[in-house]
C-alpha cells in the first residue's frame, strides 16, 4: 500500500472512485516545489518542478498495487510517477507518489491556473462515466 497525492482531477475523490473501484480515505496536503498550471488544448492540469511554488491537493492513503496501475494507465504518456513528499495540514512530511508532466511535454503547460471548481461543474459528470464504464482505467 502506498499513498498518491493528487492534484489535478484525480483530486476529486468521485472520479478516483470511478477509476479505481476504491474509496480511498484523503486529507489536503501540499507538495513544495512544483507548479500547476492547465495545459494547451486540454481541461486538465500538469505540474513542474518550480523552485518557491507550492502545489496544493489531496494526499489518498493506502492505494493499492493494482489501482496504481490503473493510474499509470490513466495518466498516459504525458506523465511520469514520481515520489515525492508532501505536507498534510498536521505538518506531517508524507511519502507519496505522484504524477509530474515528462519534460518532453513542457510545451504543452501553459500560464492558466487550473480550477478544480470549473472542471467539477463542465467536465466531472463526463470523465467520472467514462472512467467508471466497461473501459475502466484507459481515460489519459
Partial sequence: MTAVFA???????????????????????????????????????????????????RLYRGVDRRSLTLLDRFEGHLYERRRVRVKTGDDQLVAAHVYVLQEEHRALLTNRPWERTHFAVEHLEDYVAYCGGPRRGRVG
Fill in 7 to 57: 492534484y489535478g482531477t484525480l483530486e476529486l475523490p468521485e472520479l478516483m472512485e470511478a477509476l479505481t473501484g476504491t474509496a480511498y480515505p484523503f486529507t489536503p496536503a501540499v507538495l513544495e516545489g512544483y507548479v500547476r498550471r492547465l495545459l494547451r488544448d486540454r481541461v486538465y492540469p500538469g505540474i513542474v518542478a518550480a523552485a518557491g511554488e507550492q502545489t496544493h491537493g
